[in-house]
């Protein structure tokens, strides 16, 4: 049985300043989502130990379309085959609303689960559960809500903290390549749409360019690498971006500051024929 002292966690974060509130509590509502496009800032292959960030929570309209059509964000961990990940997801089909939903995943070779549909993350919490709505949210000029998604590897396991309750960790033995340490760390925006129907929003529905008070970001980003035992800004030299779709989603440089990294991302989504972006 695993077992730690909430003490032991290499758990940091910075106290809530100006619009900044972070979100400690979440109502109870399960449901699986997937990973879609990316906007994302990724690590170069090293060997990494854990990430906690910062994560601005949105509920963008998604307009109307066939599924899958979903939009979110996430801090991916990952080695090889094996990949775990956390954050926040957007769903009508998979929902039945248009709420943000806490989302937790793992993947190895072909084997795949979302929240606890199936056996493999161990759940210790009574409060905070995968699937749940996340509640209140973000607004455009207004005050930003933000979850603080802290993994990191203990012993043999992958710990999962939701601010700063321990929320449960998935065994070593669920994974092939992510045994040991991680070899890369990716924190994204997602979305997705069915084949020929226009791209939904990202984030916000802004663009990077609109800055924070309209954009979604991440910040305080930090990462455990194999020689420390703490959290620590990851190197810029490290970090590179990535877009699959740029000319529907962008995402901002990334800026290194004493509390972590941090950048903006997101759009309003696309037509897959003409690129024309979609505003609301």
Request: glycine share 10%; aromatic share 14%; with cysteine.
């Amino acid at each position: 049985m695993f077992q730690m002292q909430p003490g032991s966690f290499p758990y940091s974060t910075n106290d809530a300043k100006g619009s900044k509130i972070y979100i400690s509590s979440i109502d109870m509502c399960k449901i699986e989502c997937p990973y879609g496009t990316m906007a994302a800032v990724e690590t170069e292959p090293s060997t990494f130990y854990g990430s906690q960030s910062s994560i601005s929570v949105w509920e963008p309209y998604l307009c109307t379309g066939r599924p899958p059509r979903y939009t979110g964000a996430v801090v991916v961990i990952q080695n090889g085959q094996s990949r775990i990940g956390a954050g926040w997801y957007v769903d009508p089909d998979m929902y039945g609303d248009n709420h943000a939903h806490f989302e937790i995943a793992w993947t190895n070779k072909d084997k795949s689960c979302t929240n606890l549909r199936c056996a493999g993350f161990i759940q210790l919490s009574n409060r905070i559960v995968p699937g749940a709505v996340l509640k209140p949210i973000s607004t455009i000029d207004g005050k930003k809500y933000l979850i603080i998604i802290s993994i990191f590897k203990i012993w043999d396991v992958w710990v999962l903290l939701f601010g700063e309750e321990l929320v449960g960790y998935w065994p070593g033995e669920l994974f092939t390549d992510l045994s040991g340490a991680a070899n890369m760390i990716g924190w994204m925006g997602v979305a997705s749409a069915a084949t020929g129907e226009p791209f939904p929003p990202m984030g916000s529905g802004y663009s990077p360019d609109e800055g924070e008070g309209r954009a979604a970001f991440f910040i305080d980003v930090n990462v455990i690498y194999s020689s420390t035992s703490k959290f620590v800004s990851p190197n810029l030299s490290e970090i590179f971006t990535r877009t699959t779709n740029p000319n529907c989603y962008q995402v901002g440089r990334p800026s290194s500051y004493d509390s972590g990294l941090h950048f903006l991302f997101g759009g309003a989504g696309c037509s897959p024929k003409n690129d024309t972006h979609i505003y609301h």
